[in-house]
Nanobody, 124 residues
Framework: QVILEESGGGLVQTGDSLRLSCAFS????????MGWFRQAPGKEREFVAAIDRPGTRTYYADFVRGRFTISRDNAKKTVNLQMILMKPEDTAVYYC?????????????????WGQGTEVTVSS
């Protein structure tokens, strides 16, 4: 059983930066591609970013490209999401997810395990 635990959420202002982290446990971390999704109130969960198993290829939603950076540390079993130039529309609960079979999956259905989420609020 894989357990994912996000941290780093909070309240920031427009233009600020924030770094989210996700701690992975329960299975060999390097066997899983990882992703970040977000869900704003009243909206569906949407893809933000993904990274392959060795951490050499990354994938981004168009609306975060150039502002968000996903990375992973296989030794520490963590995946991070560095966010800069944040906007009020980035306000959402951010979820970390692990994928056993795909790489760069952009659909929630591609992912096998999910964290509980961390809330990010960007004030204008």
């Amino acid at each position: 059983q894989v357990i994912l635990e996000e941290s780093g959420g909070g309240l920031v202002q427009t233009g600020d930066s924030l770094r989210l982290s996700c701690a992975f446990s329960g299975r060999p971390f390097s066997n899983y591609a990882m992703g970040w999704f977000r869900q704003a109130p009243g909206k569906e969960r949407e893809f933000v970013a993904a990274i392959d198993r060795p951490g050499t290829r990354t994938y981004y939603a168009d609306f975060v490209r150039g502002r968000f950076t996903i990375s992973r540390d296989n030794a520490k079993k963590t995946v991070n999401l560095q966010m800069i130039l944040m906007k009020p529309e980035d306000t959402a609960v951010y979820y970390c997810a692990a994928c056993a079979y795909y790489t760069g999956g952009t659909s929630p259905s591609h992912y096998n395990y999910w964290g509980q989420g961390t809330e990010v609020t960007v004030s204008s």
